[in-house]
């Protein structure tokens, strides 16, 4: 299955800190995409990195890539309270994005 | 540009009753899928749309679930009839093109309660 599986299931932080969030997967992609959902919202697209890239970023997140180790990360610096929402990663190829279960981030003001 | 549009957004109804779920996408987006989530479970995939005609139906979980997409614009799921099993969050998502180069837009979601 190319799913990915977030880890941690769930995570809290102080307001501040940094998140880290972990994706694997099982099989080759073409990209991998992160996503967020706040309660009673859709996802939203956060970003996608291509099998070819190694690291992304975009404001306070930062995307790595190991395609060697079928992993990428989430890293989201200076959390804020806003931050708290589950984040989703999705392999993204020649089929229909492959969500996992999610992280549930609760950044605590 | 509007987002992806869905209604409604919550829907409660008895175990076989029928309920009709309505997606407008991005206007010009090729591509509409449909996703769900049970629960605590994964985001699960249910089929893709390129304009009116199914590319992937997959993950449809049997003949009770019934999607169109009506000359290629907005699309509708209906499941007929509903069981305990159905309830969760419907997504709808559009893109430009495929997984393969472009990122998803999903709506709210349709919270899908039977009972």
């Known amino acids: 299955s190319q799913q990915g599986e977030e880890d941690p299931q769930a995570l809290s932080i102080q307001e501040g800190e940094n998140a880290t969030m972990n994706c694997s997967y099982k099989?080759?992609?073409?990209?991998l995409q992160w996503y967020r959902q706040n309660s009673g919202r859709g996802l939203v697209h956060l970003i996608l990195?291509?099998?070819?890239?190694r690291e992304k970023h975009s404001g306070r997140l930062r995307v790595t890539l190991d395609t060697s180790k079928k992993s990428s990360s989430l890293l989201i610096t200076a959390s804020r309270a806003a931050d708290t929402a589950s984040y989703f990663c999705a392999v993204g190829g020649n089929t229909p994005l492959v969500f996992g279960k999610g992280t549930r981030l609760s950044v605590i003001a | 540009e509007a987002g992806v549009t869905q209604f409604p957004s919550h829907s409660v109804i008895e175990k076989g009753q029928t309920v009709t779920l309505r997606c407008d996408p991005i206007s010009g987006h090729d591509n509409l899928y449909w996703y769900r989530r049970v629960m605590g479970k994964e985001i699960k995939f249910l089929l893709h749309f390129v304009k009116e005609s199914k590319q992937d139906e997959s993950g449809m979980p049997n003949n009770r679930f019934l999607a169109e997409r009506t000359g290629g614009t907005y699309s509708t799921l209906k499941v007929q009839p509903a069981e305990l099993e159905d309830s969760g969050v419907y997504f709808c998502?559009?893109?430009?093109?495929?997984?393969?180069?472009?990122?998803?837009?999903f709506g709210s979601g349709t919270r899908l309660t039977v009972v």
């Open positions: 990195i291509r099998s070819n890239e």
């Open positions: 998502a559009s893109s430009q093109g495929t997984s393969h180069n472009y990122g998803y837009t």
């Open positions: 099989t080759s992609i073409n990209n």
